[in-house]
Every structure is written in C-alpha cells, then in structure tokens.
C-alpha cells in the first residue's frame, strides 16, 4: 500500500499553518528557557535524585545515592544522559550549581520544544492538516501543564520526544521500511529512559497486527527486541544482572505493590486533576480527540490504554501522564481537521484554527 499521505491543502492555509506551528514552538522554548532559569522549585524528589544526583556523580564523583540506585530498581540511561550535559557544562566551565543546573533545565525544555514539534508530526502523519496540525500542537506547545513539566529532568520528559515521533515515523499505514526502523527504534529508547512506555510498544504492534499488516509487525517486533537487549544489557554491565532494574522495579510496584506507600488516589484522579489545572483546554482537547476516533483509532488505542493502565495503579501522579500527552494534542488536531473539513472558505477555518491556539 501508498504511504499515508496528510490530505491535500490550499497554499494559503498550508502557510498559515506554518507559522502557527513557528510562533507557537517560539513562545513555547520561550516561557520553558524562563521557566528553567527562573523557577528552582521542585514537583517530586525523583527529578533530582534519579537524574540530577546520580549524574553529578558520573560528572564530579560525588552525589547522593537514592534507594533506587542502592537496591537497582532504576537502569542508568537517564543519569547517563544528564551526566552528558553536566560533563559539557563542565568542559564550558559551569562548575558552579547555578551554571550547570540551568544548563541542564535549558536542555530538557528545548527537549519539551522538540516534543511540540514531534506532535505536529504526528498530527500530520495520522491524517491532519498543517494547519489542524499544528493548533493541535500549540496545545502541547502552550498549556500549563507541559510548560510547568518541561524543564525538569525527569524520565517523562526526556522520553516524551521519542515517543511522539516515535509513533509519528511508526504507526501511519504504509510507513516505509526506514521510517518504520527508526520509529521503532525511537521507541526502544524511550523505554529505556522509562520503562513504563513498554505500553507504546506493545500498542503499536498491536494495532500492526489488527491492521494485518504481518512483516511490519515482524520488523517492528525484531527491533524492538534488539532494543530490550540493549537494556538488559545495560543493567548487566552497570547492576551485574540481566534486566536487574526492570525485575527489581516491577517487584516493588506492581508485586509487592509498595508505592502505594507514597499514596493512593482513586481511578479518576488524572481527568479530574487535569480539569482543575487546565478547564477549558482538556475539554476541548477531549472532545477533538473524540472527533479523531474514526480516523486515527489506533493512535487513539494507544492513548487511551496508557492512560487506563496507568489510572488503575493506587500511586498516581501527574507527571506519569507527561509522554502521552503529545498523543492526546495530535488527536486534537485530527479531531479538528474533522472540523475544518465542513466549514467552507479559508477566513472561517482559519479563524477556528487561531482561536484554538489562542
């Protein structure tokens, strides 16, 4: 089968949907660069002692050591590429923590920009127009909840950006063979900075293989093993065991069920959070992501079987929901091309388009 192709649009609304997309990823790198280097508060410990503190020790040989890298319930992908960071600042001369600590939130807040882009892209290739596209974008780019995320060095950020253009090189029927390789393997990655988006991968072969479409599976399936290879082997050079992080992590929360320990929340804890943070735009995203069911299904699978999972463990907390975010802002725009589609004339989508981004 032909690639998937977004459909075909008027000059003028491609370019208008252009320069959405500019301003909103310029004003979102904006408030995230302000953000990282004006804000030295913290949402949860975890931002610092599982990245910032085990880096500083591959950096400077000293940090303090979280339970997690004392019993091996964490691989070291994520320190390993903050220590990158703290080891470039350190050979630019930031030594001191107001240098190295804003290098390192600037990084993951153009990371968080990056990720704005990432969703237009899979907007784009899950059928929208630029211009639906990128409004669907700017809500990434632009709401609160991504904004205040986005500079901390958290495993959620980091690997928001592989999973969105991950799914968005990977999940389009007819993906070539090398978009399908790297979409893959972009995937991989992301479980290795988080495990948790394992759930990516298991959803997107599951939507090849309702698709019947058998040799992507296969492709897809090789490359994500390879991935998990390197991950175990990882953890063998770093822990001395074969996957010693993932089997240690899944023992804690899941069979021994001890992170409830740091609280419980009951099954409707993310939509309800997300309504008292963001009222009006999880609305509107909700039901343009409604509108994208017919046309975007699988996307919207994977969607929403993140969320559930993640809705059924006692701990919950908002930053879990950060790497499917990007998924929920394509679906918007899906959802609104849906809507552009049956109004008539430029002036009017374009008008529903800036509103949307506004």
Request: aromatic content about 10%; charged content about 15%.
């Given at each position: 089968k032909a690639?998937?192709?977004?459909?075909?649009?008027a000059p003028?609304?491609?370019?208008?949907?252009?320069?959405?997309?500019?301003v909103?990823?310029?004003?979102?790198?904006?408030f995230?660069?302000?953000w990282?280097?004006?804000?030295?508060?913290?949402?949860?410990p975890?931002?610092?002692?599982q990245?910032?503190?085990?880096?500083?020790?591959?950096?400077?040989?000293y940090?303090?050591?979280?339970?997690?890298?004392?019993?091996?319930a964490?691989?070291?992908a994520?320190?390993g590429?903050?220590?990158?960071?703290l080891?470039l600042?350190?050979l630019?001369?930031?030594?001191?923590?107001?240098?190295?600590?804003?290098?390192?939130?600037?990084f993951?807040?153009?990371?968080?920009?990056?990720?704005?882009?990432?969703?237009?892209?899979?907007?784009?290739a899950?059928?929208?127009s630029s211009l639906?596209?990128?409004?669907?974008?700017?809500?990434?780019?632009?709401?609160v909840?991504?904004?205040y995320?986005?500079?901390?060095?958290?495993?959620?950020n980091?690997?928001?950006?592989?999973?969105a253009?991950?799914?968005?090189?990977?999940l389009?029927?007819g993906?070539?063979?090398r978009?399908?390789?790297?979409g893959a393997?972009l995937?991989?990655l992301?479980v290795?900075?988080?495990?948790?988006?394992?759930?990516?991968?298991?959803?997107?072969?599951?939507?090849?293989?309702?698709?019947?479409?058998?040799?992507d599976?296969g492709?897809?399936l090789?490359?994500l093993?390879?991935?998990?290879?390197?991950f175990?082997?990882?953890?063998?050079?770093?822990?001395?065991?074969w996957?010693?992080?993932?089997?240690v992590y899944?023992?804690?929360?899941?069979?021994?069920?001890?992170?409830?320990?740091f609280?419980?929340?009951?099954?409707?804890y993310?939509p309800?959070?997300?309504?008292?943070a963001?009222p009006?735009?999880?609305?509107?995203?909700g039901?343009l992501?409604?509108?994208?069911?017919p046309?975007?299904?699988?996307?919207?699978?994977?969607?929403?079987?993140?969320?559930?999972?993640?809705?059924?463990?006692p701990?919950?907390?908002?930053?879990?929901l950060?790497?499917v975010?990007?998924?929920?802002a394509?679906?918007?725009?899906?959802?609104?091309?849906?809507?552009?589609?049956v109004?008539?004339?430029?002036?009017?989508?374009?008008t529903?388009a800036?509103a949307?981004v506004?």
């Amino acid at each position: 089968k032909a690639p998937a192709r977004a459909p075909a649009e008027a000059p003028a609304e491609r370019r208008l949907g252009l320069v959405l997309l500019g301003v909103a990823l310029a004003l979102g790198a904006g408030f995230r660069l302000y953000w990282a280097l004006h804000d030295d508060g913290i949402y949860w410990p975890d931002e610092v002692y599982q990245s910032l503190e085990p880096a500083h020790r591959l950096v400077y040989g000293y940090g303090l050591i979280a339970w997690e890298f004392v019993e091996g319930a964490r691989n070291w992908a994520l320190p390993g590429l903050v220590a990158g960071v703290l080891g470039l600042g350190r050979l630019l001369g930031f030594n001191e923590p107001s240098g190295y600590l804003g290098l390192v939130k600037g990084f993951f807040a153009l990371v968080g920009t990056a990720t704005a882009w990432a969703t237009w892209r899979l907007s784009r290739a899950s059928g929208a127009s630029s211009l639906a596209a990128s409004a669907g974008a700017s809500l990434f780019a632009l709401a609160v909840v991504p904004l205040y995320f986005g500079p901390r060095a958290m495993s959620e950020n980091a690997s928001a950006l592989p999973v969105a253009l991950g799914l968005a090189l990977a999940l389009p029927r007819g993906a070539s063979r090398r978009a399908l390789l790297t979409g893959a393997s972009l995937l991989g990655l992301a479980v290795l900075l988080r495990l948790q988006n394992g759930v990516f991968c298991v959803g997107l072969l599951g939507v090849l293989l309702a698709r019947r479409q058998w040799r992507d599976a296969g492709v897809t399936l090789a490359v994500l093993s390879g991935w998990a290879l390197a991950f175990g082997l990882l953890d063998k050079l770093t822990w001395g065991r074969w996957f010693h992080s993932a089997i240690v992590y899944l023992d804690f929360n899941l069979v021994q069920g001890k992170a409830a320990q740091f609280g419980t929340e009951p099954f409707d804890y993310y939509p309800r959070v997300l309504r008292q943070a963001m009222p009006g735009l999880s609305l509107l995203a909700g039901a343009l992501a409604l509108l994208a069911l017919p046309r975007a299904w699988g996307l919207a699978a994977l969607t929403a079987g993140f969320v559930v999972l993640h809705a059924y463990q006692p701990h919950k907390e908002l930053r879990f929901l950060v790497p499917v975010l990007p998924l929920f802002a394509a679906l918007a725009g899906v959802g609104l091309d849906s809507v552009l589609g049956v109004l008539r004339g430029f002036p009017a989508r374009a008008t529903v388009a800036v509103a949307v981004v506004a």
